[in-house]
């Protein structure tokens, strides 16, 4: 989270039996993500994805903290 926003934490988890239909009596367990803060002076936000939506999820995630670190060294070798 960045210094301008209230929320701190993330996390991500399985709640047994929160599951959700897909097509003709499907059942899929659903993947609820949390994002709060420590001061609890925010209301959490949550949202529950599939598990192919927590998959694309995580891959951004993944490709964004690579492009990150590697600013991260162009950056660093810019200074010295």
Request: charged share 25%; proline share 2%; hydrophobic share 40%.
């Amino acid at each position: 989270m960045s210094l301008k926003d209230p929320y701190t934490s993330l996390q991500a988890f399985i709640e047994h039996g929160h599951t959700d239909r897909i097509g003709d009596l499907v059942i899929c367990q659903l993947v609820t993500v949390l994002i709060s803060d420590d001061t609890e002076l925010f209301e959490p936000t949550a949202c529950a994805l599939s598990a192919a939506q927590a998959r694309n999820l995580a891959f951004e995630l993944l490709v964004c903290a690579e492009h990150a670190e590697r600013l991260t060294r162009h950056y660093q070798e810019n200074e010295r």
